[in-house]
Antibody, heavy 122, light 109 residues
């Protein structure tokens, strides 16, 4: 079965960086786009961008361009999301999610990781 | 940016009743609309994509309809496990390509 397992909670100071991992299993990692979506406490969902695990290509939401970097390591079927210059309003649960269809980005989030809480506080 | 407005914000119903949730887009998203269910402390779960297609493993009591700017998620007969927050999400070519509605909380009456 498809599983996405994310790294554990993080506490960071303003201005620091955080890197969250998302380990995939149960399918061909390089076959499906991985998206990152975040959710601030008590708030809705916000799409951050995707990575194509096959090529390493990325597409970031305009809001996050310059502050987010998405990478992958195909040898261990893991995607990463690094967010720089953290601010208090970056405090959120960060989710990775696998796209629905193989080899194309259709922006339908069929499988989700369990989420990683990132707290930014001085 | 395409804005999705969900209504009502909160819906109070009893198990066995029919639930009708609405999602309205600020401009046409064709049929590129999905619905997700989120329970407290859990990740969202895909229910419906492309307006009316049930995702794998989703019970038949969940159905979606609509196109253009007006969409509906219907739960035909509520089960206790259906009480949660529901989000709609559009995928279009306009930047950003992805936006979510603000959610509808379905609570037990």
């Amino acid at each position: 079965q498809v599983q996405l397992v994310q790294s554990g909670a993080e506490v960071k100071k303003p201005g620091a960086s955080v890197k969250v991992s998302c380990k995939a299993s149960g399918y061909t990692f390089t076959g499906y786009y991985i998206h990152w979506v975040r959710q601030a406490p008590g708030q809705g969902l916000e799409w951050m961008g995707w990575i194509n695990p096959y090529s390493g290509g990325t597409n970031y939401a305009q809001k996050f361009q310059g502050s987010v970097t998405m990478t992958r390591d195909t040898s261990i079927s893991t995607a990463y999301m690094e967010l720089n210059s953290l601010r208090s309003d970056d405090t959120a649960v960060y989710y990775c999610a696998r796209d629905l269809l193989e080899a194309v980005e259709v922006y339908v989030f069929a499988y989700w990781g369990q989420g990683t809480l990132v707290t930014v506080s001085s | 940016e395409i804005v999705l407005t969900q209504s009502p914000a909160t819906l109070s119903l009893s198990p066995g009743e029919r639930a009708t949730l609405s999602c309205r887009a600020s401009q046409s998203v064709y049929s590129y609309l999905a619905w997700y269910q989120q329970k407290p402390g859990q990740a969202p779960r895909l229910l419906i994509y492309d307006a009316s297609n049930r995702a794998t493993g989703i019970p038949a009591r969940f159905s979606g309809s609509g196109s253009g700017t007006d969409f509906t998620l219907t739960i035909s007969s509520l089960e206790p496990e259906d009480f949660a927050v529901y989000y709609c999400q559009q995928r279009s070519n306009w930047p950003p390509p992805i936006t979510f509605g603000q959610g509808t909380r379905l609570e037990i009456k």
